[in-house]
C-alpha cells in the first residue's frame, strides 16, 4: 500500500477513535436504510455526506481509555492483518443483517428492516468488542 494512502488511512482512524464519532456513527447506522425507503437522491446526498465526514470531523481522541477508541483502533489493526478469526465471522453476519436490511427497505418492510438493523448493530457491538481486545493484544506490535 502507498505510503501517502496508509499515513492518510492511520489519520482518518485516529480521528474516528473518537468516542463522539464513533458512537455517533454506530447510532446513525438506521440512516442507511432512509434513501432506499424514500427513494430520494437528496436523502441519499445527506445521509451520505454524514458517514463521510463523521470519522474526520471529530478530533483524536485525548486518550485510549474509551471502550470504543480501543475498539477502532483495533479495526485500524485488523484490517491490515485481516487474519481469519472470530471477528471475520461476526463482521460477516453483520454485513448479511444489514443487506437483509437494505432490501427490506428498498421493499418498504418496515419489521423486517428494523429487526435486521438491530440484529446488525448488535453484531457491531460484539465486533467492537473483539476489536478492542484485538487493539489490547497487537498494540505496539505495529507502530512505527
Known amino acids: 500500500m502507498p505510503r ?12 474516528h477513535s473518537n468516542p463522539w464519532s ?8 438506521p440512516l442507511v436504510l432512509v434513501p432506499l425507503w424514500t427513494r430520494r437522491w437528496s436523502h441519499a446526498a445527506i445521509v451520505g455526506a454524514w458517514m463521510a465526514a463523521n470519522p474526520v470531523i471529530f478530533p483524536k481522541p485525548a486518550d485510549e481509555q474509551a471502550w470504543s477508541t480501543r475498539a477502532v483502533l ?7 492483518e485481516r487474519p481469519r478469526d472470530t471477528a471475520m465471522a461476526v463482521n460477516a453476519a453483520a454485513t448479511m443483517a444489514g443487506i437483509t ?4 427497505a428498498r421493499r418498504r418492510r418496515a419489521a423486517p428492516a428494523a ?3 438491530a440484529v446488525m448493530m ?15 493484544r497487537h498494540r505496539g506490535a505495529n507502530t512505527g
Open 115 to 117: 429487526g435486521a438493523t
Open 22 to 29: 464513533a458512537w455517533t456513527r454506530w447510532l446513525s447506522t
Open 122 to 136: 448488535a453484531l457491531l457491538l460484539v465486533y467492537w468488542r473483539l476489536m478492542a481486545g484485538y487493539y489490547s
Open 101 to 104: 436490511a437494505l432490501i427490506a
Open 74 to 80: 483495533g479495526e485500524e489493526l485488523w484490517i491490515t
Open 4 to 15: 501517502g494512502f496508509a499515513d492518510l488511512k492511520h489519520e482518518v482512524f485516529a480521528r
